[in-house]
């Protein structure tokens, strides 16, 4: 890895790493197979400073940068890509989206308790039906004297159910479609706000995705985040800054299946010889370790863009097109290699196939995120 990457940001890889054999290994195959939210090892997170890692000191955080957030995204991913899918929906989705648009008073009430872990956030916008950007969502917040009332149902909402607070997206000016939507702050003890289910998916198991009901919540007026309207310019700029966190934990996960590739590929004789001295065995391991490399160099300048408050659009939704093909094709190329076994439950590609699968679909609503890069080869 030639990234130049200083001492520090060597450490807290370092120190990732050693956290995720220590606090994940143990758990993550269990944890796969129940589905249950690994509430310990997100406490740990908390006690290892990850949780409000790049967020700065005054609001709890550790100003560490995001680049360093997503080196630890990283290396958590190559342990179990559930753990990563928690820890970016808390701290890439929910709690940047106060950091950037909450008023001073928001920050200072929310995000010291999102750092030390006393809360976990969540990021409520996908609605059955509803396609982000066109406008056809229904949670509806009518204002009513210094209150808005939200009702409507949310559906996929990773850390569902479990979260202490929710970034919700309503609208408020039904009208006006996309552009009446708002963002609000809602705890998750609300009245009538409920959850109707939680959904099974078939991976990033231990991420918790539910339902939610929301049957005439009161939020207070002061819970709105950033302007009336605002809301799909937070949620552009939200779910690109969670791209890159999404492009490492794709990075994560390909480079630990390669790995086990190339450990299957030395041990497995066919012909009196390993199949790793095969061209055919050669050359997809040659693309898939080219491939991540290229990817996790592009994550790494995204998240530096961030991290210096530089224009990150197009390059974080470079990483999400980008990883989003490399790392699936890796994956189908692993379970290639690792054969029957690789397709084998038995073998942890399965589970990392299945991951990889869902950090893809996330944020992956139809025009993005393409469009973003076509708006700005053509403006
Ligand atoms: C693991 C996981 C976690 C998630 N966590 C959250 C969360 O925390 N909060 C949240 O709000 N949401 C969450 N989601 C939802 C997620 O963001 C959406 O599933 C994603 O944005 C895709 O939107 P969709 O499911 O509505 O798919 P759709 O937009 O319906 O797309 C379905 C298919 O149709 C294609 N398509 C759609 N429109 C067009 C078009 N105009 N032209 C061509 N093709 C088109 C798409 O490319 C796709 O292949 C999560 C999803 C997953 C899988």
Do not use: W
């Not at 509806?140 to 990773?158: F, S």
């Not at 009446?180 to 009538?192: E, P």
């Not at 690109?240 to 299946?257: C, K, M, N, R, W």
């Amino acid at each position: 890895m030639s990234y130049a990457l200083t001492e520090e940001q060597q450490l807290i890889q370092q120190s990732a790493r050693e956290f995720t054999r220590e606090y994940i290994e143990p758990i993550a195959t269990e944890m796969d197979r129940t589905g249950i939210h690994p509430s310990a090892v997100v406490q740990q997170m908390a006690e290892h400073d990850f949780l409000g890692l790049y967020l700065p000191e005054e609001f709890g955080g550790t100003e560490a940068g995001y680049l360093s957030y997503v080196l630890i995204i990283e290396e958590i991913s190559r342990m179990s890509g559930a753990v990563a899918s928690i820890l970016i929906n808390h701290a890439s989705l929910a709690a940047y989206t106060m950091y950037r648009f909450g008023s001073a008073v928001q920050k200072q009430e929310c995000l010291p308790a999102l750092c030390s872990g006393e809360k976990l956030a969540a990021f409520a916008l996908t609605e059955p039906g509803a396609a982000p950007g066109v406008g056809s969502h229904k949670v509806i917040a009518t204002k009513e004297g210094d209150h808005y009332v939200l009702n409507g149902h949310k559906c996929y909402v990773a850390n569902g159910g479990v979260a202490d607070i929710y970034v919700v997206f309503a609208l408020t000016n039904p009208e006006a479609g996309a552009k009446g939507m708002s963002a609000f702050i809602v705890d998750a003890k609300a009245a009538g706000l409920s959850i109707q289910r939680t959904i099974g998916k078939m991976g990033l198991r231990g991420c918790q995705s539910a339902e939610l009901i929301f049957e005439n919540v009161m939020v207070p007026q002061s819970n709105l985040l950033g302007a009336a309207g605002a809301g799909m310019k937070i949620v552009k700029e939200a779910q690109l800054v969670a791209s890159v966190a999404e492009g490492a934990q794709v990075v994560g996960i390909a480079q630990a299946a390669m790995e086990d590739a190339v450990k299957y590929g030395k041990q497995r004789v066919q012909f009196g010889r390993p199949i790793a001295a095969f061209p055919a065995i050669q050359t997809m391991l040659a693309e898939m370790a080219t491939h991540i490399h290229i990817a996790r160099l592009a994550v790494y300048d995204a998240a530096s863009l961030i991290e210096k408050g530089e224009d990150f659009m197009k390059e974080a939704a470079m990483v999400k097109l980008f990883t989003g093909r490399i790392g699936q094709s890796a994956l189908i190329d692993v379970i290639q290699i690792e054969g029957g076994y690789g397709y084998s439950q038995e073998m942890i590609a399965s589970r990392f196939y299945r991951d990889i699968k869902g950090a893809v679909i996330t944020e992956s609503s139809a025009a993005f995120p393409e469009k973003v890069i076509a708006d700005d080869l053509l403006a």
